[in-house]
Every structure is written in structure tokens, then in C-alpha cells.
């Protein structure tokens, strides 16, 4: 028999209607009360987080949600984890670098409409979370609509559809329906040994460029972050006619601000070497994200400074794949 352990975290899947809007408010235990028994051969216990919408959920929130994983990961044999949809990406991200090489699944789920309203996606989106954890599968997936998504590979797309979040760049773990889980690419079984570590510097910054921005910006940017990620154009090139956007990002790296460059564009990932544009920035120091999501950079570069503050070593980190976060 499974032993599960339910996180609870707030989230839509836990609001109701207040004065000023929806707001989280159901407790655990409430929560899986709306849920009916499974034919699975299971067991689940329930513990309340924190009770926020996700949007105002911080990385200090995911080190809580990663310590609790910790310290109950050898009582249970899975968890599942309720979010608000709003930021859920950013967290099963960085869940999939604070635990890595779980041997036991760590899955992720909410809704686009509360629980205690009539017509919701929150019963079937706890439900398959659950079905899910009972496979015994390692590692941090996003269980949504039906669909596994790896970690480090969910992006919410939609606002109010069901099928809020798709797997960007890589395919879906498994689909889940009435007749079970069909698997959609072979998970290989973990072979080293479950690390934890929550070392984080949240001293980020995402930056999307546009047409017309000012390169005087990035002097107010030394000395107030230490890690910036840059969303530029199409394969990654940066600006340096008229407004020169790529002098300030070398001078930059060059003061030792870490720099990650990746795209706007959401299939595909950047590649630098194509363009002139992109070619120019400072391939020793710049970083590149290649087909990683940003919902992965923004906390693998939070993550990465938490490990050493040596641009060479953070370089190395970053472009190092965990958890299938960059497909070389």
C-alpha cells in the first residue's frame, strides 16, 4: 500500500469567494475531502504549508515546500503538492534543483477554478496527481488536464482554460485518463543518491528587451543584482547599432554581474552562433540557456549562485542539464 503525503499551499484550488475576490481558505484536510476514494491501493495524509495565492509566492516559500519534502521523504512514498497556477512552473523548477535525483515522486497540481465551486478542473487535477504518485515514478512533475510534465519543462500558457500549462521544448512524461496512465517517454531509474540542497541568491533579474530600450539602464544595474537573465530576440542576438545594448551587457559580466541570454521565443531555445548579434557578446562569460524555459533559468541561476559566487563555476552549472532542463 502507498503512503502519500498532501502539501497544501494555497493556491485557486483552495479559494473562495471573499469581499475582495477569490482568496485561498481550505484547509488541508478540507481539501481532500472533495476528492473521492481511488480503486488505488493507497494511503494519504495531509499537511498545510502556507495558504497564498501563488503570486505571492517567493523562493523562500519553495525552500519551505523543499524542506518539508525532506523531512518526510523516508515516511512516505510520494507527494503531492497543491499550488495556485499563477507561478507553479517557477516552483516544480526549482523543487526539480533543491531535490535532485528523487527516487520518489514529487508532483504538482492546482486549478483554474476553486474546488468548492460546482463545475471545476480541481477534483480531476487532485485525482490524477494522486494516480500519478501512486507509480512510484522519481522525480518533480507537473500533473495538469491530464498531462505529466516534467519539472523543469511546464509553462503556463492559457489564463482560464483547463489546459493551462504545456511541456515546452521536451514531450510529455504520460497522459492520464478514465483507463489509466499511458506513458509517453521512458523515465530511467534513478541511480544516484537523493541530494538536498536549498542554497539559494535571489538576487535576480529577468529582463525582456524591446526596440527602443535605453542602454544607460544596465549602469543602474551593477551592484544591485548579481545574476540577470536576458530575454532577447529570436536565436539570442543582442543589440549594438544606435542603441548599444551588447556594450553594456559585456561590461556587465566583465564587473562580474552573471548574464543569461535566451529568447522570447517560447519553442526552440536561442542559439548564439548563428548571427552576428549573437556572436559578439562575451562567449567566455555570458551564459547561455540554449532550449530552457525561463520559468527554469530565472531559479536554476537563483540556485547556481547559491552554490558559488565564480562566474566560471555558475557558467558551468547552468549550462550543465538537471533534471532534462537542457536537451544538448
Known amino acids: 500500500m502507498k503512503k502519500l503525503l498532501l502539501l497544501t499551499t494555497g493556491g485557486t484550488i483552495a479559494s473562495v469567494e471573499g469581499e475582495n475576490g477569490l482568496s485561498p481558505a481550505v484547509k488541508a ?12 491501493d493507497y494511503t494519504m495524509e495531509t499537511k498545510s504549508l502556507m495558504n497564498l ?19 518526510h521523504y523516508d515516511e512516505y512514498d510520494g507527494f503531492v503538492i497543491t499550488h495556485g497556477t499563477d507561478t507553479m512552473a517557477y516552483t516544480s523548477a526549482a523543487l526539480s534543483y533543491m531535490l535532485q535525483h ?20 480541481a477534483k480531476k487535477n487532485i485525482t490524477d496527481a494522486i494516480r500519478f504518485a501512486c507509480e512510484g515514478v ?3 512533475y507537473v500533473v495538469f488536464d491530464g498531462r505529466v510534465i516534467q519539472g523543469t519543462r511546464a509553462i503556463k500558457l492559457r489564463t482560464k482554460s483547463y489546459d493551462a500549462f504545456e511541456s515546452i521544448n521536451y514531450p510529455y512524461i504520460a497522459f492520464i485518463n478514465e483507463d489509466g496512465i499511458e506513458y509517453n517517454k521512458k523515465i530511467k531509474e534513478e541511480q544516484h543518491k537523493f541530494t538536498v540542497d536549498t542554497s539559494l541568491c535571489t538576487d535576480v533579474l529577468l529582463l525582456r528587451l524591446h526596440p527602443g530600450l535605453k542602454p544607460e539602464m544596465f549602469d543602474a544595474l551593477k551592484g544591485l543584482y548579481k545574476g540577470i537573465v536576458i530575454e532577447s530576440y529570436g536565436s539570442g542576438g543582442i543589440p549594438f547599432e544606435e542603441r ?20 522570447q521565443c517560447l519553442e526552440e531555445g536561442e542559439d548564439m552562433s ?13 551564459i547561455r540557456s540554449r532550449n530552457m524555459n525561463t520559468e527554469a533559468i530565472v531559479p536554476k541561476l537563483m540556485w547556481a549562485l547559491g552554490q558559488s559566487p565564480d562566474l566560471h563555476e555558475v557558467k558551468r552549472i547552468m549550462e550543465t542539464p538537471v533534471a532534462d532542463d537542457v536537451v544538448l
Do not use: C, H
Open 29 to 40: 484536510d478540507e481539501l481532500l475531502s472533495y476528492v473521492s476514494e481511488l480503486d488505488n
Open 102 to 121: 528523487a527516487r520518489k515522486p514529487i508532483v504538482i497540481t492546482g486549478s483554474q477554478i476553486p474546488i468548492t465551486f460546482k463545475k471545476t478542473d
Open 138 to 140: 522519481g522525480g518533480v
Open 53 to 71: 495565492d501563488s503570486t505571492n509566492m517567493q523562493p523562500e516559500d519553495w525552500v519551505k515546500m523543499a524542506n518539508a519534502v525532506q523531512e
Open 274 to 286: 548563428i548571427y552576428e548579434v549573437g556572436r559578439r557578446v562575451n562567449q567566455d562569460l555570458i
Open 244 to 263: 548599444n545594448i551588447l556594450e553594456k551587457i559585456n561590461e556587465l559580466v566583465e564587473s562580474g554581474v552573471v548574464v543569461v541570454i535566451t529568447t
